[in-house]
């Protein structure tokens, strides 16, 4: 969580995230996709409020991401940011909607002008089409190893990155996406080893999901730390419920140092 003074109150932007990043303060993220809930994410403090395409599933009821739309994804972005006072806002760019550059920068501007995202976020190793949103002004989150949008392709979701050849294709998109201008970079699925590697070799921040306590920040799916989904709990993933009296206690339990534990497979 970001301490410094009146930071509480005061908007989080890019910058806060990086300077969070450099004094080795870790950077709090959950999803969210509606107005109630992410009114209590916001207002406990969260850095991120991620409206990731995993709404598909938490709040769709599909199996996968796949079937979400840009403008699925406009609307869950309007009932976050209608809210939001403090936290910084990543939308993600659903499956197929960023196949060219200008679909990306079309698709990147409507989740911006009418969603209200402050950044957007896409799947994959995309350094061209990183470069082009960046220099049209759309600030660019990088998803990298378990991306759910390729689940037709992979079969089923498991750890990224657990084989040399593999783990060093990982580091050097890590490096190539930075080099394109992205912001941030999400981490899901990996060892812990390698999420450590990259993030010690990356100036800017990354957020892991099931790797390991040693990136920069963390995300979870809001569902799955409330113990509310719908279908199985990512087994990285703790119920905060267990030991928090409400949502917004939950939710602050996120944030302490002492849960590390649970981001780890
Ligand atoms: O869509 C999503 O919520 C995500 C997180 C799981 C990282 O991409």
Redesign the pocket.
């Given at each position: 969580m970001n301490t410094e003074t009146n930071t509480l109150t005061s908007p989080v932007t890019i910058n806060d995230l990086q300077a969070m990043k450099q004094r080795g303060e870790k950077i709090s993220c959950l999803?969210a996709y509606d107005a109630s809930f992410s009114a209590i994410i916001d207002s406990s403090g969260i850095d991120i409020m991620?409206v990731?395409?995993?709404?598909g599933i938490t709040m769709q009821g599909h199996l996968t991401?796949v079937p979400v739309t840009l403008n699925d994804m406009i609307y869950h972005s309007q009932c976050v940011s209608r809210v939001r006072q403090r936290a910084f806002i990543i939308a993600?760019l659903p499956f197929m909607t960023y196949a060219t550059l200008e679909m990306a920068a079309l698709n990147a501007a409507k989740l911006m002008q009418q969603g209200g995202a402050h950044m957007v976020?896409l799947?994959g190793g995309k350094p061209e089409i990183i470069k082009f949103l960046v220099a049209q002004g759309i600030p660019v989150c990088a998803?990298l190893g378990l991306l759910?949008q390729h689940i037709h392709q992979i079969g089923r979701y498991r750890v990224q990155g657990k084989q040399n050849l593999q783990a060093e294709q990982l580091v050097n998109d890590a490096l190539a996406v930075q080099q394109a201008g992205a912001q941030l970079l999400?981490l899901?699925c990996m060892p812990a080893s390698l999420a450590a590697k990259i993030t010690q070799q990356l100036t800017i921040p990354t957020?892991g999901?099931g790797a390991g306590i040693n990136c920069d920040g963390q995300?979870l799916?809001l569902q799955d730390m409330l113990n509310i989904s719908a279908g199985k709990r990512a087994k990285f993933s703790k119920n905060f419920m267990q030991d928090a009296a409400s949502i917004q206690a939950a939710i602050r339990l996120t944030m302490t140092p002492l849960n590390k534990a649970c981001f780890q497979h």
């Open positions: 999803t991620l990731g395409d995993t709404l991401t993600d976020k799947e998803h759910p999400i899901e957020i999901i995300v799916v």
